[in-house]
């Protein structure tokens, strides 16, 4: 059975993406003014190729309009697998059709820390990426630019973390809960 994971809305699009268990990702085309129960395309995490699906079970998606990419987290094969999460990064999702479609770059491997990746947080430039069964929240630097088995620029313990978000420095805390900010 598919179940929904995390989504993300992008209000000036009306487009909603869903993260789901099956490894694929839902994609609803104006969702606001054409409600309806199936997605419009449904993207499946591909090869470089776009022939064969690399993804097991997709936890979380954010969608960034301005640069149109769209970062889907995998958390592998196997729960505390150690290491076989993967984030996948897809360009121009926006027009993209349904079916396998080969990311465009992927970043997994023993150096990225990646087991079950399941939250993201984005400021435009850096990713914050939660790993649930790490109980760590990873900061990757430039993450448009990453691909492969590369470190995170910052990792921090916390234990049961289940989310991260980007905080503006105006609500910020003062002292404590920071990942080298955002």
Do not use: C, H, M
């Not at 990419?69 to 958390?75: E, G, I, Q, R, S």
């Amino acid at each position: 059975t598919a179940l929904p994971g995390g989504l993300d809305y992008e209000a000036t699009s009306d487009r909603l993406f869903v993260a789901v268990s099956n490894g694929t990702i839902y994609v609803y085309d104006d969702f606001l003014d054409s409600p309806g129960n199936l997605p419009d395309r449904v993207i499946t995490p591909a090869d470089s190729f776009g022939t064969v699906q690399i993804s097991t079970s997709i936890r979380d998606v954010l969608y960034d309009r301005t640069n149109d990419v769209l970062f889907a987290t995998d958390v592998g094969a196997t729960s505390g697998a150690s290491d076989d999460g993967a984030i996948y990064v897809f360009e121009g999702v926006s027009s993209a059709a349904g079916g396998l479609l080969a990311a465009d770059r992927v970043i997994t491997g023993a150096a990225t820390g990646l087991d079950d990746p399941s939250d993201l947080a984005w400021n435009g430039k850096n990713l914050w990426v939660v790993d649930e069964a790490n109980e760590t929240i990873s900061l990757f630097e430039d993450a448009l630019t990453l691909d492969g088995n590369v470190a995170p620029l910052a990792t921090r313990v916390e234990a049961d973390v289940r989310s991260v978000e980007v905080v503006p420095a105006a609500v910020a805390p003062t002292a404590g809960g920071s990942i080298l900010g955002g």
